[in-house]
C-alpha cells in the first residue's frame, strides 16, 4: 500500500472512556516504501495522544488577599485549578521572603504541600501574623508535581507590617480605697519551646527554643522547670503524655501563639490512670 504524499486523519479514541482527541490532520512527506510512511503514521499518532494528554492536566494557580495585613489581622493564599477533577489534587510549594515562618507568621496545613478535594477547584492556605516590627514578606511559589501543570501566576506575596491603630484613651477611674493586692512574683525562669523540623534541640531561648515536637521531648523538657517560670508555646500541635511526669506548680504561666494557632493534647493509653 502507497502512503505517498497523501492526507490522513487520525482519531485517538479510548474505549469506554472518554474521547482525548477527535482528529488531527497530517500530511505525511514523500517517501520510498510502505515501511516510511507507517513509522510516520505510528510518530503522528503519538504525538496527538500527547497533545490531547496535556489538555486534560488541570492548570494550577496561586493568589493571595489581602496582599498587606498587620498583627492584629489574617490573610489567604489561594490555590486554584482550571476545572473539577474526581480525584484529590495534591499541590507542592515553597515558602520564601524576609518574614521567617514560625516566628513572624504561621500557616494552616501541613507546610510545604496543599491538597484540592476531589470535585473542587480550589483551596486555602491561611497565614495569621505573629509579631511584626517592621514591614516583612511572606511569600508563597507553587513547585512542580503530579497531576497539574502551573500557570504563570504560580508566585503571590504577603506583607506584613507593624499595626498603625492608635487605642482611645481610657478615662482615669475615681480612686477607691481597697486594699493592695499582693505583688504578683515575677517569672523566675522564661523558657520557649517550639515544633522544629532541622533536627537541633535548641536552647529555650525566644531565637533558638527547644523542640518539643513528640510528647517525650515536651514531657522531658517541661518536667523540672521551677515554679514561677513562664513557658512559652510557639505555634503547631503539643503533645504531653497522659502518663506525663510534670504537674503544673506555682506560677507557672503557659502562653501560646493563639487561639486555633497553638494546642497541647494528651495522647498515651489511659487505661490504668484515670479509675
Known sequence: ML????????????????????????????????LHSTEALEQTT???????????TPVVSLSASP????VAQSAVFTIAKSRVTSKTTTVNYAVSGSAVLGVDYALSGQTGKVVIPAGSTSTNISLQPLQATAAKTASLT???????????????????????AT???????VPTATPSASPRPSPALEVWLSIRNDGLPGSGTQTDPYDASTDSKF????????E???????????????????????????????IDITTLQLVGDASGVMQ
Open 167 to 173: 487605642s482611645t484613651p481610657i478615662p482615669t477611674p
Open 228 to 258: 514561677n517560670t513562664y513557658i512559652h508555646l510557639g505555634p503547631g500541635i503539643f503533645w504531653t503524655n497522659i502518663t506525663k511526669t510534670w504537674a503544673l506548680r506555682s506560677g507557672w504561666v503557659l502562653e501560646g501563639a493563639g
Open 219 to 226: 514531657d522531658t523538657i517541661v518536667a523540672p522547670l521551677p
Open 142 to 164: 507553587l513547585q512542580t508535581g503530579s497531576g497539574y501543570r502551573m500557570a504563570s501566576t504560580r508566585r503571590a506575596t504577603i506583607t506584613i507590617v507593624a499595626s498603625t
Open 3 to 34: 502512503f505517498r504524499s497523501k492526507l490522513f486523519f487520525v482519531f485517538v479514541v479510548a474505549i469506554g472512556a472518554t474521547l482525548l482527541c477527535s482528529c488531527e490532520t497530517v500530511r505525511v512527506p514523500p517517501a520510498e516504501g510502505p
Open 46 to 56: 503519538a504525538s496527538a495522544g500527547v497533545k490531547a494528554a496535556r489538555l486534560t
Open 67 to 70: 496582599v498587606q495585613v498587620d
